[in-house]
């Protein structure tokens, strides 16, 4: 077996210096997914940085009336925040939706956003996988495909992206700080994630030498909110379709609206399409199923997950109209 | 240094080894059971400062320091009385996670924790049966003795919440 340092530093100075000597060191923090791929031989590292002695955990009130996540805040303790449950109930929701207790309280922030797929081919080293190993091809292409993605894929990838918190932040328009040795970054939700496109196996933006050290929240926005998960089973599977929606309307007129959706993309995917068609328009179930219609457009589905372009639509619009109904009734 | 069930013990292990291999094979605390060893299952599950967690996708060394309570250190319980009142069990392979599990999941609740079948998240809703089987969707059974499981935890959980330790932020 190939030996492997376990190191926990206790401050961020201390991480950077460490990670710029070691480019195959992996951080480790609660540990859910990546164990399970060094068990796998999927990942192989030859150090493992332990981020959660690095004072990094809490969640605090930002600047300008905002959230800052601290990136080694664990899910369970995310979603049981105060201001996280009063002021981003989508995010609460999105948290608890995801995984079992037992996972949640092991789990980071920053750990969930840059989980790994669950694609059976990326974990399963006798298939092809493009993002396992660059070049080898794809597994799940002509496999069986019934969780893999119809938006966002390439012809080298179409695994899905698996995490439910990383949809909601997608749509409350998250910042993810980086702290690297060139000092501290801020990237958005919406860039974070890559495309798989001819590179499945780059990920996020995160470079080597960088460490997540933060996730923040702008002010809350007007309007309700919900993350509305479908799935194999009632609890504990990952999505087939989920929906994280923000719905604001006034005198009629849908003034804002923000959608993200899981289960279907490759990257936690920000439905840009149905919002244009749903801003200025009257909150009508016409308009929601021409939003949906509008985002799943460029869908390019499989024989086996053709049935996630419907699920999306169908969960899209019931989200929609749901919070049409929570909107009234507040 | 790992403390387990009160004791301090002292280990010398290979980075990669997980919390539940070093509580079965190196001291042989084999109430903790291997069932899928991938956190898919819940039967490894064990407490650790009070809050429950997959012994199986947890190094050993993750938890150097930290009190580690398994089955063997939580007995007698009045839930493991009331496993057996109930039939919560068939087989009995996946009952230390389960205990363990309830006893964490109650400490949770006390502490104020919603659900994802909770309407209002803002909100600590009652440990009704449908809140109980979502909150214990981690464990399961393939006796299917979920019933007698939920049961169990509807009999005892008052008298857990007395006895839930409180629970202290994961990061030492």
Known sequence: MRPVDYVRPLDVAEVLTLVAERPAARFLGGGTNLIDLIRQGVERPDTLVDTTALPLAGIDTALGGGLRIGATTRNSDLADDHLVRTRYPLLAQAVLAGASGQLRNMATVGGNLHQRTRCPYFVDRESPCNKREPGSGCGALEGIGRSTAVLGTSDHCIAVHPSDMAVALTALEAQVELTGPRGTRQVAMGDFHLAPGETPHLETVTQADELVTAVLLPPPSLGVARYRKVRDRASYAFALVSVAALLDVHDGQIRQARLGLGGVATTPWRAHAAELVLVGAAPTDEVFEAAAAAELAPAKSLPDNAFKVQLARRTIVATLRRLRADGSAS | ?172
Do not use: W
């Open chain 2, 1 to 172: 240094m790992l403390v387990v069930n009160d004791a301090p013990t002292t280990l010398d292990l290979e980075p990669r080894v997980s919390l539940l291999d070093a509580l079965r094979e190196h001291l042989h605390l084999t109430g903790t059971k291997k069932g899928c060893n991938q956190g898919a299952c819940g039967a490894c599950t064990v407490l650790v400062d009070g809050r429950r967690v997959l012994a199986c996708l947890t190094l050993a060394m993750q938890v150097e320091g930290r009190e580690v309570t398994t089955i063997e250190g939580v007995g007698p319980h009045p839930l493991q009385a009331a496993f057996v009142r109930r039939d919560g069990l068939q087989c009995g392979y996946c009952t230390p996670g389960q205990i363990c599990s309830a006893i964490g999941m109650v400490a949770e609740h006390r502490h104020g924790a919603a659900s994802v079948v909770t309407d209002d998240v803002t909100t600590t809703p009652d440990l009704t049966p449908e809140e109980i089987r979502e909150r214990m969707s981690g464990n399961l059974c393939r006796c299917g003795a979920y019933n007698g499981i939920v049961e169990a935890i509807v009999d005892t959980a008052p008298a857990m919440a007395e006895m839930a330790p409180a629970l202290t932020p994961v990061p030492a």
